[in-house]
Structure formats: C-alpha cells, structure tokens
C-alpha cells in the first residue's frame, strides 16, 4: 500500500510561485510513475504533470507547460511540484499520485493511490 503525504500549498498572488512536495511511502520502490492533478470547486479532477518510473520521460498539461517544473529527489520518495508564474486560475486543491507502470497517462480514473489534497489559491 502507497501512501502519499503533500504539503507546500497556500495563498499566493498572482505571478508568485509556489513549490509543492509529495512524500511517498510503503509500496516496491521503484515501481512507481508519479504526477499531480488538481481541482478546482465545480470541475473534474485534471491532470497536471507526471514524472515516469524511470525519471526519464516527463509530461505536461498544456495549461501550465513552461511555468510549473516536476521532479523527484534520488531516493525516489519524494515528488516535488515547483510552480511559477501563478494564475489564479490554477487555484484548485493539488493531489499527489503514484501509478504502479512505466508512465502516468493523464487519466484520473486510472490512478490508484492518491494523497489527501492540499489547497493552492493565487490571488488577483
């Protein structure tokens, strides 16, 4: 069993940054593409990026391509999510994922192992 712990959300203004982390734990090491989506109040989860098993294929939404950067340390525990030139658009809550193949896909229904959530909100 995966469990995934976020943290690094909160208020920001527009044009700040922000830098999010995902703390993986339990599971196989190494087995694991992972990525983050987000939702906003009213709308279906997205995806946003993902980060592949190996490391050596990273994907991005359309939407924040050249302002957010995904990357994972080493160990391959942690996800971290750095986020720049924020919208208030991208408000929404950000979820950690971990997918158990070599890549992410951008299907929510295909994610397993989700972590609880942590709230993004850009000001105007």
């Known amino acids: 069993q995966v469990r995934l712990v976020e943290s690094g959300g909160g208020l920001v203004q527009a044009g700040g940054s922000l830098r999010l982390s995902c703390a993986a734990s339990g599971g196989t090491r190494n087995k694991y593409a992972m990525g983050w989506f987000r939702q906003a109040p009213g709308k279906e989860r997205e995806f946003v990026t993902a980060i592949s098993r190996s490391d050596n294929t990273l994907d991005y939404s359309d939407s924040v391509i050249g302002r957010f950067t995904i990357s994972r340390d080493n160990a391959k525990t942690t996800v971290h999510l750095q986020m720049n030139s924020l919208k208030p658009e991208d408000t929404a809550v950000y979820y950690c994922?971990?997918?158990?193949?070599?890549?992410?896909?951008?299907?929510?229904?295909?994610?397993?192992?989700w972590g609880q959530g942590t709230q993004v909100t850009v000001s105007s």
């Open positions: 994922a971990a997918h158990d193949d070599v890549l992410m896909g951008r299907r929510a229904d295909r994610i397993v192992y």
